[in-house]
């Protein structure tokens, strides 16, 4: 089993900045993909980004350009640095992990708000 923490979220002004961070425990030797996925009210949760073992990366269009993830793995961390924020990047983040069986795991996800 894998467990996912989430930190880093809060409030920011349009134009700011944010780091989120994912911490994964347990299995991690398991995970292949960690990829970090926003729900706003009222919609479907979505991907933003994802970043395999090899640090291979994709983003959502509606990110590229302005936001990071990175990945850690001898601290089995991903990081995104989320810049240039716009209100409608508000959401709850949350991280999940995809192992090389498909097997994945959701964090409780953390809440970031970008006010105009």
């Known amino acids: 089993q894998v467990q996912l923490v989430e930190s880093g979220g809060g409030l920011v002004q349009a134009g700011g900045s944010l780091r989120l961070s994912c911490a994964a425990s347990?299995?991690?030797?398991?995970?292949?993909?960690i990829g970090w996925y926003r729900q706003a009210p009222g919609k479907q949760r979505e991907l933003v980004t994802s970043i395999n073992s090899r640090g291979s990366t994709n983003y959502a269009d509606s990110v590229k350009g302005r936001f990071t993830i990175s990945r850690d793995n001898a601290k089995n961390t991903v990081d995104l640095q989320m810049n240039s924020l716009k209100p409608e990047d508000t959401a709850v983040y949350y991280c999940?992990?995809?192992?090389?069986?498909?097997?994945?795991?959701w964090g409780q996800g953390t809440q970031v708000t970008v006010s105009s």
């Open positions: 999940k992990s995809t192992s090389y069986s498909g097997v994945y795991y």
């Open positions: 347990g299995r991690t030797s398991s995970i292949n993909v």
